[in-house]
């Protein structure tokens, strides 16, 4: 039976496989995207502003400090937890009296090394891996892990399934046939991306050594509700890629797997083979820290369903003025796709939301239209006010 690999937000993988009596293999990967950038917008608006109830109600500092920042709906780099990027200003300049900036560290010297243990350790608890697992602190996103992946864990003859849900299971089955005999057995791209198959209907290759899937596709905002995929959640600021490997999975890779893509160097060197990326690192530690604090991944999903709901109910109940492309029982909680019926004024929207402090909503170049991210660090309040302009800004052009 094949191994089973899957991607999770924002655009992360997971191998699993189920050979072994049950005893998943997991592969955790988490990468970068590129951000597209705003069109020349020249119209000329009305001038209004949108508040929300939430933003108004917090305390004056508070208030203050989300008036200073915006609301950033990026797939990725993405916003970032306010708490975790003010205690990273406070210790920026000198790290619990080390006398100097983790930017400064020595990588294998004991403050270093307490930071990137202390992450692993937070990480482990978040997700509860065990030890018949490897947790890796890499770079080069899952673009780079495309050819990792095929590189440790088949040979060039294997046969491999993937299932293609959206531009980032077309780019891992591309790069996949560079280094293994890939096949595609579902592929969503004649509807356009906007469904996922079941598990059960997949007619996978028999001698298949792993099957591949995206679990949350982030430029098309479709996401697997029937596998018991990782939570979606922001590890931290770009630059950083985690990877989550059973141990008996490492050790084999092919003979022209360059050494910084094997795992097995990685994984002897506790992920300091070389200098890694050192206050990325430090920085996903304070974000664990802090989805530990909130409760656990289980409370943060819950906020995020709120967020989900509260903005996908909108584009539902603008009697067709905003359109989500994507089928009900797919729709990613973190990634979220709309059009406006009258297609001419979505530039009109993207800069209206600019001037209100709500930026990158400009959908990812290859399908246009809009994408509002609303990743765990997004705040309930961000959404709020989204969805008051939105129906505001209905209200003016309906």
Known sequence: MASKLISSSPNSLLLQNPNLQHR?????????????????????????????????????????????????????????????LKKAQSELYNWHGSGMSVMEMSHRGKEFLSIIQKAEGDLRALLNISEDYAVLFLQGGATTQFAAIPLNIVKPEDSVDYVVTGSWGDKAFKEAQKYSKPKVIWSGKSEKYTKIPSFDSLEQTPDSKYLHICANETIHGVEFKDYPDPKKWDLGPSGVTIVIIRKDLIGDA?????????????????????????????????V???????????????????????????????????????????????????????????????????????????????????????????????????????????????
């Open 254 to 286: 092919q003979g022209i797997t360059p050494v910084m893509l094997d795992y097995k160097i990685h994984a002897e060197n506790n992920s300091l083979y070389n200098t890694p990326p050192c206050f990325g690192i430090y920085m996903c530690g304070l």
């Open 24 to 84: 998943n293999h997991d592969l955790l990967l988490k990468p970068t995207t590129k951000m597209a950038s705003f069109p020349n917008l020249t119209n000329k608006v009305k001038a209004f502003s949108i508040k929300c109830s939430a933003t108004a109600a917090t305390p004056l500092s508070q208030s203050q400090d989300l008036e200073e920042r915006v609301f950033n709906f990026a797939a990725g780099p993405a916003t970032l937890p306010e708490k975790v």
């Open 288 to 398: 664990f820290d802090d989805l530990l604090a909130q409760g656990g991944l289980k409370e943060v999903e819950k906020k995020n369903k709120k967020k989900g709901d509260l903005l996908y109910n909108a584009i539902d109940e603008s009697k067709g003025f905003y359109r989500c492309p994507v089928d009900k029982s797919v729709r990613s909680l973190m990634n979220v796709p709309f059009t406006l019926e009258k297609s001419e004024l979505e530039a009109e929207f993207i800069k209206e939301a600019a001037k209100e402090k709500m930026i990158q909503l400009k959908g990812h170049r290859s399908v246009g239209g809009m994408r509002a991210s609303i990743y765990n660090a997004m705040p309930f309040a961000g959404v709020e006010k989204l969805v008051a302009f939105m129906k505001d800004f209905q209200a003016r052009h309906a």
